[in-house]
């Protein structure tokens, strides 16, 4: 019963190194979802994928780029990470990306950027 | 623009002290609203769905109710190990999922 994996769990990088977050998901579940959560400011949608092969902005998606390499496996980069993007990352999916669906959350990737 | 507010920030209660959480929402056609559960270096847990007004659904010591406007979590009794941030979330037309900044509790013994 793993539902939602995510790795790295934490990562430290210099400001202009670039880094990919891996998120895998076992429900065969078809949307997938990355989030960021600030202190104070929620959790914020970066990118989504409805389904495999397709990807959409979310919320906050500058700086980032995504690629669902099938229907298991989601990723975020971060081509020249800055100070900002310190944050806590989840990564979500849902059966079929309806909004009365709740999402299932894997346990996020802590990354420090100095 | 959709919007989701969740008070108090921070709660401590006595063990047994049964108390409310708010969340407040503005979202253009509502499909669901969300309770989770967030414990330090976890992501958010799954609790509840509510998805019209006047529904209520409970799980052990909580009890999520919701109204056109606002949504509650009660908890009954509560436990340490219901320590924990609850967050609340708005899930509307569009496929767009908006969260509240959540609400940390703390039960002491």
């Known amino acids: 019963n793993a539902g939602v994996t995510q790795t790295p769990k934490f990562q430290v990088l210099k400001t202009g190194q670039s880094m990919t977050l891996q998120c895998a998901q076992d429900m065969n579940h078809n949307s997938m979802y990355w989030y960021r959560q600030d202190p104070g400011m929620g959790l914020r949608l970066i990118y989504y994928?409805?389904?495999?092969?397709?990807?959409d902005k979310g919320e906050v998606p500058n700086g980032y780029n995504v690629s669902r390499l099938n229907k298991r496996e989601f990723s975020l980069r971060l081509e020249s990470a800055a100070p900002s993007q310190t944050s806590v990352y989840f990564c979500?999916?849902?059966?079929?990306?309806?909004?009365?669906?709740?999402?299932?959350f894997g346990d996020g990737t802590r990354l420090s950027i100095l | 623009e959709d919007q989701v507010t969740q008070s108090p920030e921070a709660l401590r209660l006595q063990e047994g002290e049964s108390s409310s959480l708010n969340c407040s929402y503005t979202?253009?056609?509502?499909?669901?609203l969300f309770w989770y559960r967030q414990d330090p270096g976890k992501g958010p847990e799954f609790l509840f769905t509510l998805y019209s007004a006047g529904e209520e659904k409970e799980k052990e010591r909580l009890k999520a109710t919701l109204t056109k406007k606002e949504s509650f979590l009660h908890i009954t009794a509560p436990k340490p190990e219901d320590s924990a941030t609850y967050l609340c979330a708005a899930g509307a037309a569009g496929n767009k999922l908006t969260f509240g900044g959540g609400t940390r509790v703390l039960v002491k013994p």
């Open positions: 979500a999916s849902t059966t079929r990306g309806q909004p009365w669906e709740p999402q299932h």
């Open positions: 979202v253009s056609g509502l499909r669901g």
């Open positions: 994928s409805a389904s495999e092969g397709t990807t």
